[in-house]
């Protein structure tokens, strides 16, 4: 198997052929610096015209200009620098997780998960579970950990939301040109596209694989669409999420079964298996197999395979966790267990949800019975989850069920605003405060930033942000269809001098988009005051098959078109990981409201307090063990038929009360110093623990380390 980058670019002169392996590794996109030598190669036009993607810009660059970079005394100096960086960085042997244990080269973690948010460049995400595996993949990079990731190749991952002039999402899927992103499919020693075959019923089904480079590490991600597959077969990457059981069904399998086999054609055999969420759990069915094959017994060969998985569980919202019907398990399964020496009904009971056992094959019972590591992502999720799950557990006590947390985290280099780490960070918290975030002492130096610093800092983020917001909206006007309620409601009105709120995500319905506008009044009040005024802006996509959602969206796009609110709410299009960069930087406030406790930990928080934006959210999540008084706010949900009145009284009165307050009191140099106050214990809190670093950290010391030795958690069985 190979592949030849530099292929790709074939006029790259020799003096600088290595930029045609850094722009497939998306190590650029948590380095600056290279992300810097593109644009510098490029120039900022040039960038900016393709979506940041480096792939892309160097395809559409005039040989003459790469031939000029490669005579450019100023270019190559800064060629050579980023370029020594970069390969220091590529080290096998390099970073904390080799100081930790032994024989780290012998061992590998396969990481399996159903999408990845790593860089707008590459859209195979949805939301937060892909973003939590994206920052997973950068962190284990920076640590040395040898993980290697598993996923799909979707075609048209990407949905370009478009609302129309009453408020419909209406957006189209726009098809990733694979051809200009940082992926590479991998070829067969004659240059064929390597094709691994996956069991499906009797028949087969292929898969072309493509590598992501993420620093050290890579990423396989799976795709059906090739010739050799049925029509059928070769829709089964399609599309993230598909709603069809029986094509869902076989997506799963794909990723289980098909990401073992991909592995394993590349030679890999990896010492754990760990499970983001329970899509891509047959994969232990496929390791299972292999045992047998190799003529362990069945008993011997589950047991061996489930001291070396971890299962991370990601939601309490029941539809999150598939169930397949019996029937259609019967008719993938059927034969693929008898070969193993497993009977159908040993195999349906390892699924059965003994509370529900009618709702058919359940993904999350199954890997919870077949892993001895299992996680929750936060504190306060794993209370929900003991709840969901202890029947599987009948003759323990609450306290000793062997299910344990790991919290969620962010990888710092991807969320931190550039100039507020590159500048103002160095200068007060030391050079190194980006290698050493994880040491809580460095964050004790926040009280280092003058006020006045940090204040201007965020004010240029705040207004860079609502550049950006008008800079689309003018965009949009250019378009013969757009009327001038559909500008208003885009944000041309906002003011970078008001108090801003951010709430941007997915428009699930226990996400409750719509809970600040409940009381129209009270909230008109408190947006329209003279003096004290105050803004929101709203970002967020519906599933494209989701009616519900998309309503809930038009009711947001409504207030922001309102009169009423004077165009002090806005909806802004297309929230992806670019648009959330500027959001979680830019606003003052980040309001957090799911209808608790269905919000396992979420982490577009953690990213605003990293940057300075205070978050007010209902106690769930994170937030239940992140909040300490003085970081941002925090209220209980309420219970009973009006419970979403209540919580969204709540929230006007911490407004009313605390927020506007706080933010209009300033200096006489105009600084708000209580304010500024709650910026830095925001920042103090989440920099040093809610990030992948000590994230990554904790999966290794939990669960890393006793699966490469083959033992059971501390708290299993
Ligand atoms: C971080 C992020 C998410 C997840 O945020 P939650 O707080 O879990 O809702 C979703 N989408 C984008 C674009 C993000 O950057």
């Known amino acids: 198997m190979h592949y030849r980058p530099r292929d790709k670019f074939a006029n790259l002169p020799d003096r600088i052929a290595d930029l045609g392996d850094l722009a497939y590794n998306l190590w650029w996109s948590w380095h600056p610096e290279g992300r810097e030598l593109f644009m510098m190669l490029g120039g900022r036009a040039a960038w900016s015209r393709s979506g940041h993607n480096p792939v892309k810009m160097m395809h559409e660059l005039d040989d003459g200009i790469l031939k000029l970079a490669s005579l450019d005394p100023r270019f190559l100096r800064y060629y050579d620098a980023v370029m020594a960086r970069f390969l220091g960085d590529m080290d096998p042997a390099g970073g904390w997780f080799h100081s930790e244990i032994a024989d780290p080269r012998e061992h590998s973690i396969a990481y399996f998960s159903a999408e990845y948010g790593l860089h707008h460049a590459l859209p195979v995400y949805a939301g937060g579970l892909g973003f939590l595996a994206g920052d997973y993949l950068k962190e284990s990079s920076d640590l040395g950990v040898p993980s290697v990731g598993v996923g799909f190749m979707y075609p048209e991952g990407y949905l370009l939301q478009r609302i129309t002039p009453d408020g419909w999402q209406a957006g189209a899927c726009e098809r990733l040109d694979r051809e200009n992103a940082p992926v590479r499919r991998l070829r067969d020693d004659d240059g064929n596209p390597l094709l691994v075959d996956i069991p499906l019923l009797d028949s087969h089904i292929y898969v072309e694989v493509w590598k992501v480079q993420v620093g050290r590490n890579d990423l396989y991600l799976m795709d059906t669409a090739v010739d050799a597959n049925d029509p059928w077969d070769r829709t089964i990457s399609d599309r993230l999420y598909t709603g069809d059981p029986e094509q869902r069904l076989r997506q799963e399998i794909v990723l289980g079964i098909g990401g073992v086999r991909i592995l394993k054609a590349m030679g890999i055999n990896p010492s754990v298996l760990h499970l983001n969420e329970g899509h891509p759990a047959f994969a232990i069915l496929e390791r299972i197999r292999e045992k047998v094959e190799g003529g362990m017994n069945l008993q011997e060969a589950e047991e061996e395979v489930r001291r070396r998985t971890v299962f991370t569980t990601h939601t309490p919202v029941p539809a999150g966790h598939d169930k397949f019907p019996f029937p259609l398990m019967e008719k993938y399964f059927g034969s693929y267990i008898q070969k193993i020496g497993m009977s159908q009904r040993e195999f349906f009971e390892l699924g059965i949800d003994p509370r529900d056992p009618a709702s058919g094959f359940n993904m999350t019972a199954f890997a919870l019975r077949m892993s001895d590591h299992r996680n929750c992502v936060s504190r306060r999720h794993l209370e929900v989850t003991r709840e969901m799950w202890r029947h599987l557990w009948p003759d323990l006590d609450e306290e000793d069920l062997?299910?344990?947390?790991?919290?969620?985290?962010?990888?710092?280099?991807?969320?931190?605003?550039?100039?507020?780490?590159?500048?103002?960070?160095?200068?007060?918290?030391?050079?190194?405060?980006?290698?050493?975030?994880?040491?809580?002492?460095?964050?004790?130096?926040?009280?280092?930033?003058?006020?006045?610093?940090?204040?201007?800092?965020?004010?240029?983020?705040?207004?860079?942000?609502?550049?950006?917001?008008?800079?689309?909206?003018?965009?949009?006007?250019?378009?013969?269809?757009?009327?001038?309620?559909?500008?208003?409601?885009?944000?041309?009105?906002?003011?970078?001098?008001?108090?801003?709120?951010?709430?941007?995500?997915?428009?699930?319905?226990?996400?409750?988009?719509?809970?600040?506008?409940?009381?129209?009044?009270?909230?008109?009040?408190?947006?329209?005051?003279?003096?004290?005024?105050?803004?929101?802006?709203?970002?967020?996509?519906?599933?494209?098959?989701?009616?519900?959602?998309?309503?809930?969206?038009?009711?947001?796009?409504?207030?922001?078109?309102?009169?009423?609110?004077?165009?002090?709410?806005?909806?802004?299009?297309?929230?992806?990981?670019?648009?959330?960069?500027?959001?979680?930087?830019?606003?003052?406030?980040?309001?957090?409201?799911?209808?608790?406790?269905?919000?396992?930990?979420?982490?577009?928080?953690?990213?605003?307090?990293?940057?300075?934006?205070?978050?007010?959210?209902?106690?769930?999540?994170?937030?239940?063990?992140?909040?300490?008084?003085?970081?941002?706010?925090?209220?209980?949900?309420?219970?009973?038929?009006?419970?979403?009145?209540?919580?969204?009284?709540?929230?006007?009165?911490?407004?009313?009360?605390?927020?506007?307050?706080?933010?209009?009191?300033?200096?006489?140099?105009?600084?708000?110093?209580?304010?500024?106050?709650?910026?830095?214990?925001?920042?103090?809190?989440?920099?040093?623990?809610?990030?992948?670093?000590?994230?990554?950290?904790?999966?290794?010391?939990?669960f890393y380390r006793p699966a490469l030795e083959g033992k059971v958690a501390r708290k299993a069985l």
């Open 402 to 702: 062997p299910l344990d947390y790991v919290t969620n985290g962010i990888h710092v280099p991807t969320w931190i605003d550039r100039r507020l780490g590159n500048v103002t960070f160095i200068k007060y918290l030391g050079r190194d405060w980006l290698e050493k975030h994880d040491n809580a002492s460095i964050w004790e130096l926040i009280d280092e930033i003058p006020d006045d610093v940090l204040w201007r800092q965020h004010s240029r983020m705040k207004r860079s942000l609502i550049n950006k917001i008008n800079d689309r909206a003018r965009d949009k006007w250019k378009d013969p269809e757009s009327d001038s309620r559909t500008i208003i409601a885009f944000g041309t009105l906002l003011d970078p001098q008001v108090l801003t709120l951010g709430f941007a995500r997915r428009f699930a319905s226990y996400k409750r988009a719509t809970l600040l506008l409940r009381d129209y009044e009270r909230l008109q009040k408190i947006l329209t005051d003279p003096r004290h005024p105050v803004q929101i802006i709203f970002a967020g996509k519906a599933h494209p098959d989701d009616q519900q959602s998309k309503l809930i969206l038009q009711q947001v796009y409504n207030a922001a078109a309102d009169k009423r609110f004077q165009g002090r709410i806005a909806f802004v299009e297309d929230y992806d990981q670019y648009l959330a960069q500027y959001l979680v930087h830019g606003v003052d406030v980040w309001v957090n409201n799911p209808r608790p406790p269905m919000e396992a930990s979420g982490t577009s928080g953690m990213k605003a307090s990293l940057n300075g934006v205070p978050q007010l959210s209902v106690f769930d999540g994170w937030w239940s063990e992140g909040y300490n008084g003085k970081n941002g706010w925090g209220f209980e949900g309420a219970e009973g038929d009006d419970k979403d009145d209540r919580d969204a009284a709540s929230i006007y009165e911490i407004l009313e009360k605390e927020v506007v307050p706080l933010y209009y009191r300033v200096d006489d140099g105009g600084v708000p110093r209580g304010w500024v106050k709650l910026m830095k214990e925001a920042i103090r809190v989440t920099g040093p623990h809610f990030t992948s670093r000590r994230m990554v950290k904790e999966y290794t010391e939990k």
